[in-house]
């Protein structure tokens, strides 16, 4: 993972938040475009995703592509939104809005946590 | 999905799922070495637009501003043309409805904000009518729509609505009924004048009734007299009604009937009787029909009863005129019980001039048909149905025979 050092850390919800002392299991970073409408759906399903299956258990960051291209560009994305799963490994990459709650269930290896 | 990695098999799985990502329209933007390429023409955001678009393009079509208000959380949110309509600077964002509400006068001001309460409380949707005084001192009227926003629960927990400026149209509507009420009175007024001078040259025949020392030419004089005055009792009744472009052809009736009554034959006792219910003719059908029962009415008075005598010699002279119509037929009926017309004489031969003005007309203006029936008294039925745009009766009289 390639990520800036000074990107910020993007707070979901109270119960996703994970401070770095206790590591998250899951560190997943969303590539957006401004407030488009599918980065805005992906932000939607990734809050409600980490709210509800991963709660407490992982670190979020999203990376606006429009103020932050070089991370995009380290990060060899091709489109947004495109989320990244950097933890655990190996890095998993998911395109699209997240709305296909499956694949990104599947991305995540959640499939036995809840039904 | 696919790791990330820089294995060009990989890369290029990552390649085609972002392609299909896009056939899927879930993709905002492209990511390039050197930029990035925003997709604008995504269908639903597009659809949302020109939505949005047409929206827009009609609530500035009709010059109509929108608010919402939440009470719930004390925000109420406007467009900038409500901001406009009231007068109130862009700059004056906070409290909009603080400031909206000042400007309306206290009485309606209190009725709007009841009708804002009742219409959360009922879920109904109200309109109202009120004016304001903008900060720079201009009086409008604004009319404003307002319909309660249900939650899942179906509890009302917004109000939303339009506010049109209708200062113009108002003013518009106010100036038409100042010159609808013009017309009234000038239409009342000339009729009245009409009424005056055909009494004047009534007043004349009068005069020059009681000077002339032939008895033929003295009656002629009469006969034109009532002619005129059956006439200027159209008029009459015109100007002294609420409607100006009709009159009550009973009330018509029973004045001419009248009129003849006690101008003709103040000493016999004929009875006459009218009845035209609920028939309401215009001043183009009203002079001709008027003129015609005139003239009937007038004959019978003159020669139907001889010494009072009638067809059977039992019960009293009487006059009847009725007025029905029927699918847009008109039926006038002119009957006495007296002795008769003179065997061989005809409505269609007759020398009299009253009766050639009768047919003239009843058949050149009105394009009806006369029937004459002599079984017990006389009896002159008349049908006919109005033409679109009748002639003037004045065009039958001068028009050659």
Not at chain 1, 28 to 36: I, K, P, Q, T
Not at chain 1, 82 to 103: F, Y
Not at chain 2, 249 to 272: K, V
Request: aromatic share 4%; net charge negative.
């Amino acid at each position: 993972m390639d990520l800036d050092p000074g990107q910020k850390d993007v707070t979901m919800t109270n119960k996703s938040e994970c401070s770095f002392d206790s590591p998250a299991q899951y560190h997943l970073v969303l590539f957006v475009a401004g407030d488009g409408l599918n980065s805005s759906i992906a932000r939607q399903n990734l809050a409600s995703l980490c709210e509800n299956e991963l709660a407490g258990r992982c670190r979020v960051n999203i990376v606006d592509v429009l103020e932050d291209f070089s991370a995009a560009a380290k990060n060899n994305i091709l489109v947004t939104p495109t989320l990244l799963v950097c933890k655990p490994e190996p890095v998993v990459t998911i395109i699209g809005n997240l709305s296909d709650r499956e694949k990104v269930r599947a991305a995540l290896n959640l499939k036995e946590v809840k039904p | 999905m696919t790791g990330y990695s820089d294995d060009p098999l990989q890369r290029l799985e990552q390649a085609e799922s972002a392609l299909e990502a896009i056939r899927d329209e879930q993709v905002d933007a492209v990511v390039g070495s050197k930029n990035i390429v925003l997709l604008k023409l995504h269908k639903a955001e597009q659809a949302l637009r020109q939505s949005e678009e047409r929206l827009r393009l009609a609530m500035d079509a009709g010059k109509m501003a929108s608010w919402e208000m939440n009470p719930a959380t004390g925000t109420h949110t406007s467009c900038q043309r409500l901001k406009e309509i009231f007068g109130l600077s862009a700059a004056d964002g906070k409290r909009s409805r603080d400031q909206c509400l000042s400007l309306i006068p206290e009485e309606d001001r209190r009725l709007l904000v009841e009708a804002d309460e009742r219409a959360l409380a009922t879920g109904e949707s109200f309109e109202m009518e009120f004016r304001i005084r903008r900060p720079d001192g201009e009086m409008r009227w604004i009319r404003s729509q307002a319909m309660p926003v249900k939650d899942g629960q179906g509890r009302s927990v917004r109000l939303v609505g339009v506010v049109v400026d209708i200062t113009k149209r108002k003013e518009t509507r106010e100036a038409l009924q100042v010159s609808l009420e013009e017309k009234e009175l000038l239409l009342r007024e000339v009729h009245h004048r009409v009424k005056n001078n055909l009494a004047i040259i009534s007043g004349l025949l009068d005069m020059q009734c009681q000077v002339a020392k032939d008895p033929a030419a003295a009656a002629a004089l009469r006969d034109l007299d009532t002619r005129i005055r059956s006439i200027a009792l159209v008029h009459e009744r015109l100007y002294q009604k609420d409607n100006l472009a009709r009159i009550d052809f009973q009330d018509y009736l029973d004045s001419l009937l009248h009129d003849l009554r006690f101008s003709m034959s103040p000493d016999t006792d004929i009875r006459c009787t009218a009845r035209a219910q609920r028939i309401s003719l215009g001043i183009d059908l009203a002079i001709p029909c008027g003129m015609i029962i005139n003239e009937l009415v007038t004959n019978a008075i003159k020669h139907a009863f001889p010494d009072g005598k009638t067809c059977d010699g039992q019960g009293g002279p009487e006059i009847r005129v009725e007025a029905h119509k029927e699918n847009g037929h008109y039926r006038i009926v002119v009957a006495d019980n007296g002795i008769g017309f003179p065997k061989g004489v005809d409505l269609n031969n007759s020398s009299s001039f009253g009766l050639s003005l009768v047919r003239m007309i009843g058949t050149h203006q009105l394009g009806g048909k006369f029937e004459l029936e002599r079984a017990l008294g006389t009896r002159v039925t008349f049908t006919f149905k109005p033409r679109h745009k009748e002639k003037s009766w004045l065009d039958s009289i001068s028009a050659p025979e």
